[in-house]
Antibody, heavy 117, light 110 residues
Framework: QVQLVQSGAEVKKPGASVKVSCKASGYTFTRHAMHWVRQAPGQRLEWMGWINAGNDNTKYSQKFQGRGTITWDTSASTAYMELRSLKSEDTAVYYC??????????WGQGTMVTVSS | QSALTQPASVSGSPGQSITISCTGTSSDVGRYNLVSWYQQHPEKAPKLIIYEGTQRPSGVSNRFSGSKSGNTASLTISGLQAEDEADYYCCSYTTTSTVVFGGGTKLTVL
């Protein structure tokens, strides 16, 4: 069965970087994009970007362009999302989600990232 | 990219039907048949309930249905049940190959 298992919670200081992982299993990775979505406390879902696991092409939301990087490690079947120059407003739950038929059919369990001095 | 517009909250009694609207533009909702809807219970990951505007994934109740007219998509939940109380988000692909979510709608079952 399809599973997306994310890394554990992180606490970072402003200005630092964070890298969240998402290990995929149970499907053919090259057939699906992997997206990253975040949700600040009490706020809406916010799409960050996606990677085509077949050719490593990426696309980012304008908001994260230049500050975020999504990568895919084929040997580890794992996607990564790195966010740099963290601010308190980046405090959120970060989700990876599999792309399917123009939607997101499987989601990771979420990773809480707290940015605090 | 601005968020799609959803009502902040809707409510209904058990057994009733409710509809949640999702308004975008001709560059997202109105352009493609790639609107999806998600149900999110507190402290849980979102769950896909509608894709391609009107399609239900396997295992999703047929009480959930989707539609679209112009730049506005809609989610209808019929025969409301207590477990339907959750946040609901619409989502659309855009002409720039990005994705945009709605602001979310809190459904209260009275």
């Amino acid at each position: 069965q399809v599973q997306l298992v994310q890394s554990g919670a992180e606490v970072k200081k402003p200005g630092a970087s964070v890298k969240v992982s998402c290990k995929a299993s149970g499907y053919t990775f090259t057939r699906h994009a992997m997206h990253w979505v975040r949700q600040a406390p009490g706020q809406r879902l916010e799409w960050m970007g996606w990677i085509n696991a077949g050719n490593d092409n990426t696309k980012y939301s304008q908001k994260f362009q230049g500050r975020g990087t999504i990568t895919w490690d084929t040997s580890a079947s794992t996607a990564y999302m790195e966010l740099r120059s963290l601010k308190s407003e980046d405090t959120a739950v970060y989700y990876c989600a599999r792309g399917w038929q123009g939607a997101f059919d499987f989601w990771g369990q979420g990773t809480m990232v707290t940015v605090s001095s | 990219q601005s968020a799609l517009t959803q009502p902040a909250s809707v409510s209904g009694s058990p057994g009733q039907s409710i509809t949640i609207s999702c308004t975008g533009t001709s560059s997202d909702v109105g352009r493609y048949n790639l609107v999806s809807w998600y149900q999110q219970h507190p402290e849980k990951a979102p769950k896909l309930i509608i894709y391609e505007g009107t399609q239900r994934p396997s295992g999703v109740s047929n009480r959930f249905s989707g539609s679209k007219s112009g730049n506005t998509a809609s989610l209808t939940i019929s025969g409301l049940q207590a477990e339907d109380e959750a946040d609901y988000y619409c989502c659309s692909y855009t002409t720039t190959s990005t994705v945009v979510f709605g602001g979310g709608t809190k459904l209260t079952v009275l």
